[in-house]
């Protein structure tokens, strides 16, 4: 029998870590939908998807493909979606306007009517996600950008509106930023998912026992080159939009 080497023996037992590192955890795309108003996000129902513009919305059949309604109602700077109770509820702000002014906004997916639901006004900075847990709080994070953009803040407000807590983003996550901010954020559980403005990463958050800064889990590949996230209410995975390609995307999770 062939005795090994101490560096044979070192390489041989190493190679099961780097297997496991090859196995990463990541969210890959499971499928692609062509949508010229993919530009800010994407949310869906069972039979819908919601292709997010900056002034307007988008309605296609997940069958047959098509666009089949496009909202009326001003908007001016509309970012990430989500669905509760059967509408789509969308973060809107002026940006880059000043002073800053934040709504969010509903879209009834029967009219296609596109109006308020929520003014917040100049509070905090230009809200770029906003969605309500099942115990009735909303978060949302309103964001700042380039030299102020470790501003950005995670704020919990009641079903009355009502601030309960603030936190910012870590400093790992911001120096990723570059000059932008965080763009989309849905909760997994007790795991807050955000992503930036044009890196294909999904930021792994918790809320701290203690203090103000969100901790960092990990960071999991994606499909998604930054912009709004939302669940996809058919397949539990996710989706969003690819700007470049004008597509929405969907994604599901590939464990490690």
Request: aromatic share 10%; charged share 25%; net charge neutral.
């Amino acid at each position: 029998m062939k005795r090994l080497g101490v560096a044979s023996l070192v390489l041989v037992l190493a190679l099961p870590a780097f297997a496991l590192a090859a196995r990463q955890a990541a969210y890959v795309q499971s499928d692609a939908l062509p949508a010229p108003e993919a530009n800010q996000a994407a949310a869906t129902d069972d039979r819908f998807v919601y292709v997010i513009d900056n002034t307007r919305i988008a309605k296609y059949d997940r069958a047959t493909r098509e666009r089949i309604g496009i909202s009326t109602g001003e908007a001016h700077h509309l970012n990430s979606g989500f669905m509760w109770e059967g509408r789509v509820y969308a973060a809107h702000s002026n940006y880059p306007a000043k002073p800053e002014r934040s709504e969010i906004r509903v879209l009834d997916p029967q009219s296609m009517a596109l109006s308020t639901f929520k003014e917040f006004g100049d509070y905090r900075g230009s809200l770029t996600w906003a969605v309500r847990r099942p115990n009735g709080h909303w978060w949302c994070t309103f964001a700042h950008y380039g030299a102020d953009n470790a501003k950005t803040v995670l704020v919990e407000l009641d079903g009355a509106w009502k601030e309960l807590g603030a936190w910012t983003y870590p400093s790992e996550v911001i120096q990723e930023l570059g000059q932008m901010s965080i763009s989309g954020g849905l909760w997994q559980g007790d795991t807050l998912l955000t992503t930036g403005h044009d890196r294909r990463v999904i930021y792994r958050l918790r809320v701290p026992k203690q203090g103000t800064v969100l901790e960092l889990i990990d960071k999991v590949p994606s499909p998604f080159p930054g912009q709004g996230i939302a669940t996809d209410e058919r397949t539990g995975g996710l989706v969003g939009i690819d700007r470049a390609k004008r597509q929405v995307v969907f994604a599901r999770f590939q464990a490690e």
